[in-house]
């Protein structure tokens, strides 16, 4: 207990944030890539602990967000056809397709059920052997390798009825995308649990290619303030590199046994990200030998066209281009009680933060 105090020590935040000002001499765009920080960001008000020289900006790093609106349309055809059950996290069934919403679906009588993890998706398969059972894989790193051991374990008890549609996908491709994109961002705050997995060497190209500051970070006060004086000070001595703040849960070679997981169940593919279009190796879809348990090979299907709802700007501010209170919806129409786009849905979403937590900027 005493070690969790210590991370949000008053004393401790406000010296972190005095030394960051005095060290800090440009201005300097900070993206955090993860949804946690965005909301711990908020929570806690660190925004206006920091010198007007620091802009931080909010990055795709909300799983929900960044799902791309034909993964959701595909979904929702799925839901209607007979005999097939959705198995979805809480939060993805309420993130607007096209026309309508998996909870919709629901309603009007589909089959869609709320699971906590993809084990419980295979319960269903075993409890349920007359329906599909299909399960709505989406996340980065760090839940990619439970949806790879499901599948191995699937495979293991030749489940016949049970399948993944794969949204799952990997950050860095995306950073570097963002940069490419012409995006100013001068540093990185990496996300710490996908680090836990991953390890620290995935962001080496955004250090050595880009010239990118990337400093892993925790999800407390103390983490985020030391996190951020560590980008400056990379930023201020002209030395790009990739540090681990997040030392007492994130190791340099990450979790091995969680990255065979992935490589064995898992290959690289290109993957639309909402906002970002086509990332190419940005995506993780289920190797050939699996390739029974692919719902999308298992249930092929045309779908119309995607369409964005009008003068919605999730794409905007999960490239960090814009922020909630500059898009027209915002409050106005768009609420958590009513989300019109993906960044309200999710606690994780930035516009769900800053709605949350008031500190709009």
């Known amino acids: 207990m005493k070690t969790f105090h210590l991370y949000r020590d008053k004393e401790a935040c406000l010296a972190v944030a005095a030394a960051i000002t005095k060290i800090s001499t440009k201005p300097v765009m900070l993206m955090e890539v993860c949804g946690g920080h965005t909301v711990a960001l908020q929570r806690y008000g660190i925004p206006s602990l920091l010198p007007p020289t620091i802009q931080l900006v909010s990055g795709p790093g909300c799983p929900v967000c960044v799902t791309h609106i034909r993964f ?9 056809l007979d005999k097939v059950t959705i198995a979805t996290f809480g939060d993805l ?3 607007p397709g096209s026309r309508s919403t998996l909870e919709q679906a629901k309603a009007q009588g589909r089959k ?5 993890s993809p084990l419980d998706a295979l319960d269903l398969a075993r409890q349920y052997p007359e329906e599909q059972i299909v399960f709505l894989g989406i996340g980065f790193e760090t839940t990619a390798p439970t949806s790879a051991a499901v599948l191995l374990e699937a495979q293991e008890n030749n489940i016949q009825n049970f399948s993944v549609l794969s949204s799952h996908k990997i950050m860095p ?10 995006i100013p961002i001068d540093g990185y705050l990496c996300p710490g649990h996908v680090s836990v997995v991953t390890g620290s060497g995935i962001y080496e190209e955004l250090a050595k290619k880009f010239g990118k500051a990337c400093v892993i970070s925790g999800f407390e006060p103390l983490d985020i303030l030391q996190s951020i004086y ?23 070679e990450g979790n091995p046994r969680a990255r065979e997981l992935l490589q064995q169940v898992f290959e690289p593919c290109d993957a639309w990200w909402r906002g970002l279009g086509n990332i190419p190796g940005s995506g993780l ?6 390739s029974r348990f692919d719902a999308e090979k298992k249930f092929p299907l045309e779908i119309p066209e995607p369409k964005e709802p009008a003068g919605c700007r999730c794409g905007d501010i999960l490239k960090g281009m ?3 209170a500059q898009c027209p919806l915002y409050k106005r129409v768009c609420t958590p009680q ?4 993906a960044c309200m849905v999710s606690s994780e979403g930035t516009c769900a933060a800053f709605f949350q937590y008031g500190h709009d900027r």
């Open 285 to 290: 879809r289920i190797r050939a030998a699996f």
């Open 112 to 116: 869609v059920e709320i699971v906590y």
């Open 93 to 95: 069934i309420r993130v």
């Open 173 to 182: 491709p995306a950073m570097a995308a963002l940069i490419t994109q012409g």
């Open 338 to 341: 009513n989300p019109v786009g």
């Open 230 to 252: 560590m980008l400056v000070k990379q930023i201020e001595n002209h030395a790009p590199a990739v540090e681990i703040e997040y030392t007492r849960a994130v190791k340099p």
């Open 322 to 324: 814009a922020q909630p």
């Open 72 to 80: 959701i349309d595909y979904a929702i055809a799925l839901s209607q």
